[in-house]
Structures are given as C-alpha cells and as structure tokens.
T-cell receptor
Framework: GNSVTQMEGPVTLSEEAFLTINCTYTATGYPSLFWYVQYPGEGLQLLLKATKADDKGSNKGFEATYRKETTSFHLEKGSVQVSDSAVYFCALSDLVDSSYKLIFGSGTRLLVRP | DAGITQSPRHKVTETGTPVTLRCHQTENHRYMYWYRQDPGHGLRLIHYSYGVKDTDKGEVSDGYSVSRSKTEDFLLTLESATSSQTSVYFC??????????FGPGTRLLVL
C-alpha cells in the first residue's frame, strides 16, 4: 500500500541554520503531498502542500517541491528560528474506496537552539 | 484557524469503562475524521464520516465506534476502554476531502 517515510529525529540546529527534513513516499497514481506542523501541546496545522509533480509548496519561509522522479517531498528552510521548534509530519492523500485518506509519516522533531 | 473544538481535552478513566469523545465544528465541512497519535506511528485513522449518518472504518477501528447525527458533531466512543487505547486523539475536518484541518486534541489515559 501507499506509505510515507520521514527521516528520524530529533533534528537539532542552531538558530539561522539551514533546515532539510527528508520525506519520501510510495504511491500508485499521483497523490497530493502535504507538510503539517505540530507545536507543543497543539493539534496539527497545515504548513504547505503540492498537488502535482514539480509543484512547489511554500509558507512561512518553508518550501517543498514535489519530485515524482525521486518520489520525494523534502522540507527546507533557509534560516530557522527558535519558534520553528516543533514536530513536522509529511503526508500524502490516498484515494481508498472512493474516499481520500491522509497517510502520515511518523514525524520529525525539530529543536532549534538560540 | 478552522473552528474545531474537542471535548474533553484531558481524561483519565479505568479499564473497562465506556468513554465518549466529542468533536464539534463550526465550518459546515462535510468530512470529519478521528485519528490517534502514538509515538513512532504518526497519526493513524480510526474512523471517518462523509456526511450525516455516513461513516466508515479507518486503519485502526477495532474497539471504537462513531456516530454523526448532525453535521457539526462527530462522536468517538470506546465501548470498553483498554490500556492500549491510551493515546492522544485528534479530530479533523475537510471540505475538499484532501486538505484536512485538525482540532487541538484529547489526551486520554486508561488505567
């Protein structure tokens, strides 16, 4: 079945460092891809999404490009801040029994130190 | 932010007791979902609804039931709670069926 694999965390960076969180997927067809962020004690928030190959999703300085050839959707940010400390989830939208379901990776915790 | 509330936000219960969690939305979205979040597993779908009185099972539905009698409310019931159901439960809503918006979560501890 379809699945999402994320890099193991935690990822620890200093403020203003460059961030990459890897995400690869297995899917039949052409799913939409998402990044969600979960701040401590809160629910998940949609960070960005891409609906077709070569699309780039972006929000709050974060970017991810839908790469069909490498089945990847890596999350990047040029300069992280302490406030970016959170857990990041990659997900794909899977059509199952005529309904879409989100399939999530296991999450990557990011810790940004001042 | 999408108008989604969950109640209760925290609950401690004993093994074998019934538990009902409530998800309430003010967005009039058609689709509603219940997930559980456990370390190392990300989020896993328990049940979902695609309309009033229309529900279906997700990946980890055993031991759970749901009901949706109104567009705005989606209830998750643990008929007889077990320690393996200790988790954080999230409700989500969607209008497009692809992009989902999540509630703040309910932390459940089954002793």
């Amino acid at each position: 079945g379809n699945s999402v694999t994320q890099m193991e965390g935690p990822v620890t960076l200093s403020e203003e460092a460059f961030l990459t969180i890897n995400c690869t997927y297995t899917a039949t067809g052409y799913p939409s891809l998402f990044w969600y962020v979960q701040y401590p004690g809160e629910g998940l928030q949609l960070l960005l999404k891409a609906t077709k190959a070569d699309d780039k999703g972006s929000n709050k300085g974060f970017e991810a490009t839908y790469r069909k050839e490498t089945t990847s959707f890596h999350l990047e940010k040029g300069s992280v801040q302490v406030s970016d400390s959170a857990v990041y989830f990659c997900a794909l939208s899977d059509l199952v029994d005529s309904s879409y379901k989100l399939i999530f990776g296991s999450g990557t915790r990011l810790l940004v130190r001042p | 932010d999408a108008g989604i509330t969950q109640s209760p936000r925290h609950k401690v219960t004993e093994t074998g007791t019934p538990v009902t969690l409530r998800c309430h939305q003010t967005e009039n979205h058609r689709y509603m979902y219940w997930y559980r979040q456990d370390p190392g597993h990300g989020l896993r779908l328990i049940h979902y609804s695609y309309g009033v009185k229309d529900t279906d099972k997700g990946e980890v539905s055993d031991g759970y039931s749901v009901s949706r009698s109104k567009t705005e409310d989606f209830l998750l019931t643990l008929e007889s709670a077990t320690s393996s159901q200790t988790s954080v439960y999230f409700c989500a809503i969607s209008e497009t069926e692809e992009t989902q918006y999540f509630g703040p979560g309910t932390r459940l501890l089954v002793l």
